[in-house]
């Protein structure tokens, strides 16, 4: 028996063509596409525009990073700016309050004004914190491209509009619905400010020093001693 034929009978699987693995880090691709390929292009644009910035994240890392095709981003999303405004949507605290609050609002018996203020604004504060690096390359984001810009006012008047209207529900006495919708707004930026740009704080020490600060009927305007509680 010659050589080669003794090699190939000692090695069977010579000559077969080697099995493709996935390079490392990449995420296996869903067939056909689906919610799980959605999801995974979204924690890709989140986590590589947070490290890289919008405008230094081209559209084939984000594939490779998500472990789909290119053209997927493109069927999902429309193109690089419309991922943003998904993120903006699907992964930001603002759009996602609406739920927040809903749930909040269907417990019997429902929070009073101060307890309202306090679960919301530390769920807030929360998801900000943990989404913070996203955000700040969203606010980057929001200077420059005026759709963008327009998606997050839009996210922004819709969750004061809930928060405003369930806040003028749960105060005692009652608050005008305009009124309210004023202080959830003062309330909610002063949150996500503390989040995104604050020192690491207990977010309950966080809440009670900013909810003291909200001029709710009944009560005189307090100092302002919040930064005092934060230690700043």
Same mark, same amino acid.
Do not use: C
């Given at each position: 028996?010659?050589?080669?034929?003794? %090699?190939?009978?000692?090695?069977?699987?010579?000559?077969?063509?080697?099995?493709?693995?996935? +390079?490392?880090?990449?995420? +296996?691709?869903?067939?056909?596409?689906?919610?799980?390929?959605?999801?995974?292009?979204?924690? /890709?644009?989140?986590?590589?525009?947070?490290?890289?910035?919008?405008?230094?994240?081209?559209?084939?890392?984000?594939?490779?990073?998500?472990?789909?095709?290119?053209?997927?981003?493109?069927?999902?999303?429309?193109?690089?700016?419309?991922?943003?405004?998904?993120?903006?949507?699907?992964?930001?605290?603002?759009?996602?309050?609406?739920?927040?609050? /809903?749930?909040?609002?269907?417990?019997?018996?429902?929070?009073?004004?101060?307890?309202?203020?306090?679960?919301?604004?530390?769920?807030?504060?929360? =998801?900000?914190?943990?989404?913070?690096? =996203?955000?700040?390359? =969203?606010?980057?984001?929001?200077?420059?491209?005026?759709?963008?810009?327009?998606?997050? %006012?839009?996210?922004?008047?819709? /969750?004061?509009?809930?928060?405003?209207?369930?806040?003028?529900?749960?105060?005692?006495?009652?608050?005008?619905?305009?009124?309210?919708? /004023?202080?959830?707004?003062?309330?909610? %930026?002063?949150?996500?400010?503390?989040?995104?740009?604050?020192? %690491?704080?207990?977010?309950?020490?966080? =809440?009670?020093?900013?909810?003291?600060?909200?001029?709710?009927?009944?009560?005189?305007?307090?100092?302002?001693?919040?930064?005092?509680?934060?230690?700043?």
């Amino acid at each position: 028996m010659v050589k080669h034929e003794k %090699d190939a009978q000692a090695r069977p699987d010579r000559g077969r063509p080697a099995s493709k693995k996935p +390079p490392l880090g990449r995420r +296996p691709r869903e067939a056909g596409g689906g919610p799980q390929t959605r999801a995974a292009i979204l924690d /890709a644009g989140m986590e590589l525009f947070a490290e890289r910035g919008f405008d230094g994240t081209p559209v084939k890392k984000i594939a490779k990073a998500a472990g789909v095709a290119t053209g997927l981003i493109f069927h999902y999303f429309g193109n690089k700016e419309g991922l943003l405004r998904a993120l903006i949507d699907e992964r930001t605290a603002l759009p996602l309050l609406g739920g927040t609050i /809903a749930e909040i609002a269907s417990r019997d018996p429902r929070p009073e004004a101060d307890a309202l203020l306090t679960e919301v604004g530390r769920s807030v504060y929360l =998801m900000a914190r943990h989404s913070a690096p =996203m955000l700040r390359v =969203m606010v980057r984001e929001i200077l420059q491209r005026e759709q963008v810009r327009e998606h997050w %006012d839009d996210a922004r008047q819709r /969750a004061f509009t809930v928060f405003g209207q369930t806040l003028s529900e749960a105060a005692s006495p009652s608050i005008e619905p305009e009124h309210a919708r /004023a202080l959830a707004r003062t309330f909610l %930026d002063t949150v996500l400010f503390e989040a995104l740009f604050g020192p %690491d704080v207990d977010a309950d020490a966080l =809440m009670a020093s900013i909810v003291r600060t909200v001029n709710l009927p009944g009560r005189g305007r307090p100092a302002a001693d919040s930064g005092a509680q934060r230690g700043s």
